[in-house]
Structure formats: C-alpha cells, structure tokens
C-alpha cells in the first residue's frame, strides 16, 4: 500500500556511491536507510551493485540528503518523505473512548442454605405472590411447598405420575398450575389442596408453563411442538400455537403484544399474535436449543440463553441488543434476572454465572457442590428464580437438592474490583 506523495520502491533512484561522486571523501554521514535487496539479488547480496534504497526517516545531517540522488530528485522525496510521516504511526493516533457502557458493581452471591427432601431432581420453580412461600417439582413426581423464611416443608402435594417439569402460582386466584411429562396440566385450588381442573390435549410430555398477567389465560409448551393455550375457567383450549419444528422448552408471557414468547429445541424464538392465533415474528439468531428465557422485570426488553450464547433483544419488535460478554459454554437450562439487573444463569454441569444486566459482563463464576453421597455427574442446575424482593435466588439441582442464595453484605467495591475489559469486537449475530 503507498502512502501519498510516497514513490514506490522501483522510482526512488539510486543511491550513488561516495567513491563514484565528485570529489567525495570515502566515509558517508550515517542514514536512515532501509535496503531492498532488487530481484536478481535476493540469493547473493554481495554481487550487487547498488541495493534498492527506501528512506523511512529524515536523515541525521541535512546535507546527507543529497547524497539519495540527482539535486533534481530530491525536493520531490523529501515531500514524500513528510507525507509518509504523517500516516507511518498509530502511537500518534487519538484514542477513542469504548461506547460500551460500564457494568454496574454488584456485591457477589453466596450460598446460604440447602433444602433436601425431594427424593428425584428438582425440575421446576415458582414463587408464590405474596412472596411467604415457594413450590417446587420434581421427578419423584410430587410438588412441595415450602417456606421462603425458614425453608421448612409445608405440604407434599400427589397427582402426577411422571416428573413435575412446569409450575407456575396464579397472581389473580387461589391457583396453582403444574404440568409434567406424563401430558398432564392441572389446576390445584390452594385452599382446598386438590386439583379442580385438569387441561387435556398435549399428545407429550409439558415442558413449560406460565399463566398470563391479566387475562384468565394458560399456557403450556412440550414436546408435541406447540404452545398451547387454554382458558382457565372453562378448561377449554383456546389456540394451539402451532410453527415450530421441535419441542417448545420456554415461555414467557406479558401484558401488551407480542403477550406470548416461546423457545424451542428448533433455536428459534417466536413472538405469537394472541388475538389471532398466528406468529408476529421469528428469531433465528440462535443456534443451538433456547431452553431459557428471562423477561426484564422493569425494562421492556428479554434474555434468552443457548448452549452458543446468552442474547438480549428488544421488546415489542424483538431487536437483537448485543450477546453477553463471555460465554458459559454448557448447555444453560434456566435463567433469571432481578429488578438490581442481575441475571443469574445456571448450567447442566452446576455452574451458576451472575451477569450484569446492561453490559452483558460475567462478574462472577460459582460451581455448585453435590450432596453428600452424590456422584459428581449429578451437578445441574434444571431450574432457577429470584424471589418477588429479588434479594434471594432459589436453585434446583439434580443432587435432589435446592439451594438458596443471597448477596455477600460484606463484599465492597474495594474487596471484590470490578475486572472489566470493554469489547473490542461484538458479534452481532
């Protein structure tokens, strides 16, 4: 590449030896010279003649410059020379400041209690509203309530003849819904203890579930590649979202369009028209299974995570945002994020990764520790989620375990630095 007013190597003439100029003496002021060996004297320098020079520098002695060539050629070099200085050096360059926002410090997470009891994993998560007590599901197929405060047990409830995958706690009724691998979805009354309604129609197993904010809608997503959703009340379905091509494994839904979201094994990401039954729009930017998905409790924008990369998008028209920095490199089967912006992310191989919400930095790793008398195979994280305070996270493994966690009130800027290098390059796909 030439620089301008820089003449190539072929142009630049000769230069002439001191014994062949007029009158010159034998020794020659010292140069910036670089030289170039031509064609023919690459295999023997010392044959040649005169090497090809190439000044990269002013020279030390202002009346060296005469001796590069003829008088006649000099004043043009000379202008190429300074042309070229302008352009040679990036030490001389501004430096721009990265646009990438700086993540927010946030105190890191520490384990503070662990909950045995189930006696097969623990799949499946919900909190209930007023924020008193939890349930969870688990392959041994029955769903526990327990108490947030204490983590004491409060009931064992029976009725699902396969693992609890789905659970979900109405904000509107005395509801609580569960759905598994046996096709199953009901609907518990909480006051009696008991299913008041059961929704048939999965021709599957029901991997997900979520109950809509202000309608008396239900909807659930399995194997059978369809979300489906029913009417509460009258047990009836009321559409089955049909287009992807493998199992539905997330969901989400919110007020305002689109009010629902699915994930699937297919990677992609659909947003569904509820008036109508039909898709609003795709997501094809993963490529690998979308097994979790976390609506921002605040900002109107949503993270999904894959085996490849945890992405944001916008929310109502599903822009892609940027990916989170770092990648966890397993597959990420849950997924959850704080009014604070801390997203925690949990993984087959029971690493747990916390995140900042607007800069995607991963500040801290932890490794979950199997129960005692667990193999090591038996770290994984199925399911996870903040409580309505967002001030304590609940995990549930596959040791039968669940485990809480809370921040560290001890951890300041000061003993725990934010170690944060901005993106030199973002992928954007």
């Known amino acids: 590449m030439e620089y301008k007013g820089m003449k190539s190597a072929t142009e630049i003439p ?12 034998q020794t020659s002021a010292p140069s910036n010279v670089l030289a170039l060996t031509g064609p023919d004297d690459s295999r ?30 000099s004043t043009a070099l000379i202008s190429g020379i300074k042309s070229s200085e302008r352009y040679s050096t990036s030490a001389l360059m501004e430096r721009i400041p990265s646009k990438w926002p700086r993540p927010v410090w946030h105190a890191p997470w520490k384990q503070y209690r662990v909950i045995s009891g189930h006696l097969g994993w623990v799949r499946s998560i919900a909190f209930d509203p007023s924020n008193t007590w939890f349930c969870t599901g688990s392959a041994d197929r029955t769903i526990k309530i327990w108490d947030i405060g204490s983590g004491r047990l409060k009931l064992t409830l029976t009725g699902h003849i396969e693992q609890v995958r789905g659970l979900a706690v109405s904000q509107r009724h005395t509801y609580m819904f569960s759905a598994g691998d046996d096709k199953q979805v009901k609907c518990w009354d909480l ?21 809509h904010p202000t309608i008396d809608l239900l909807l659930t997503g399995g194997r059978d590649s369809v979300c489906r959703v029913w009417d509460i009340r009258s047990k009836v379905q009321a559409f089955a979202l049909s287009g992807h091509d493998n199992t539905v494994c997330s969901v989400f839904t919110r007020p305002t369009d689109p009010q629902v979201v699915t994930g699937s094994h297919d990677t992609t990401i659909k947003f569904w028209d509820l008036r109508n039954g039909k898709t609003m729009s795709t997501l094809t930017h993963h490529k690998k299974s979308v097994r979790a998905m976390a609506l921002h409790p605040s900002e109107h924008s949503f993270a999904s995570a894959s085996a490849d990369n945890i992405k944001k998008f916008n929310l109502p028209k599903g822009e892609f945002l940027h990916n989170m920095l770092s ?52 770290a994984g994280i199925y399911a996870i989620s903040y409580d309505l305070t967002g001030s304590r996270l609940v995990t549930c493994e596959a040791d039968k375990t669940i485990k809480m966690w809370r921040e560290d009130e001890n951890a300041t800027p000061e003993t725990h630095p934010l170690n944060f290098k901005p993106p030199k390059d973002i992928r954007r796909f």
């Open 14 to 25: 000769r230069a002439v030896p001191s014994s062949a100029s007029d009158g010159g003496s």
């Open 44 to 73: 023997n320098p010392q044959k040649s003649g005169v090497p090809n020079a190439l000044v990269i520098g002013p020279t030390p002695q202002s009346k060296g410059i005469n001796d590069v060539g003829p008088p006649g050629k």
């Open 191 to 211: 006051e009696q203890n008991k299913v008041v309604r059961s929704y048939h129609g999965h021709l599957s197993g029901v991997y997900c579930l979520a109950v």
């Open 327 to 378: 990648q966890q490199k397993t597959i990420i089967n849950a997924m959850a994020v704080n009014e604070d912006g801390v997203v925690a992310t949990g993984g087959d191989n029971g690493s747990i990764w916390f995140w900042d919400w607007k800069s995607g930095h991963n500040f801290q790793q932890t490794q979950t520790i199997v129960q005692p008398g667990s193999l090591d195979s038996e």
